[in-house]
């Protein structure tokens, strides 16, 4: 199994001190803490997925639930034009890594400090620390992604700069320990999922819309 380098490094701090606190507590203590450091890696899975062929597919971002799907909204400020949000909710049960719903430029990427309630309240984009990451497609159409921690979360990771060309379903980040993924787009883009719909990042179609020319055909990454 995969793992992203971030779980490696979280879960050494378990690791360490089953080592050092087994060599004097005994075996109950080393296997104990042994297991923690098995579950926090376990939280950095890194699966393989098969991509959509389909040139139309916004694919998700996230492993997740649907908690909302909003159209005719307020928009996102870095285009606010996109006024159709789909919200994802992951729980620390879930695949944390994040991946590009579309094919694109990266134009602006920004890191919101904030707060960390619940990432399934209504306000939590408002309120919470987040990052929001503006694609333009080869078409010029704008899809907004915004990254927010919730209560568990303490580190939003996102690999990408501004400028960077990316592949629909490409790894990007990752949110350690749960959270949310909203993506905001465009009124001619049409949501293909509902409200408690479940879904994987990369492999799972959350709206549809001809947003470039173009044809994927169907791989793994």
């Known amino acids: 199994m995969k ?3 971030e779980g490696f490094v979280a879960a050494a701090v378990p690791a360490g ?15 104990g803490l042994a297991a923690v450091a098995l579950a926090v890696l376990l939280f950095f899975r890194d699966p393989e997925r098969v991509i959509p062929s389909d ?23 870095f285009a606010p034009e996109t006024t159709t949000r789909i919200s994802i909710f992951m729980s620390p049960l879930n695949v944390h890594i994040n991946r590009m719903p579309f094919s694109g430029t990266v134009e602006r990427i ?16 408002e309120i919470n620390e987040s990052n929001s990451l503006l694609l333009r497609t080869p078409g010029g159409v704008p899809v907004v992604v915004v990254q927010i921690a919730g209560w568990l979360a303490r580190r939003i990771v996102c690999h990408v700069q501004p400028q960077a060309r990316v592949s629909r ?22 949501p293909s999922v509902r409200v408690g719909d479940r879904v994987r990042a990369g492999s799972s179609i959350v ?15």
């Not at 087994?22 to 080393?30: N, P, Q, R, Y």
């Not at 919101?112 to 399934?120: D, E, M, T």
């Open 3 to 5: 793992f992203a380098r």
């Open 17 to 31: 001190a089953a080592v050092v606190l087994g060599a004097f507590f005994g075996a109950t203590v080393f296997v």
């Open 55 to 77: 040139p139309s597919a916004l694919v998700s971002p996230a492993d997740g639930r649907v908690i909302a799907v909003e159209e005719g909204g307020k928009g996102h400020r």
């Open 110 to 125: 920004e890191h919101k400090p904030g707060l960390f309630a619940g990432a399934y309240r209504a306000d939590a984009s």
């Open 169 to 190: 379903g490409e790894r990007f980040g990752l949110i350690m320990f749960g959270s949310r993924l909203d993506v905001f787009l465009p009124p001619q883009v049409r």
């Open 207 to 221: 709206a549809l819309a001809a947003l470039d020319g173009g044809t994927d055909e169907s791989r793994k990454a």
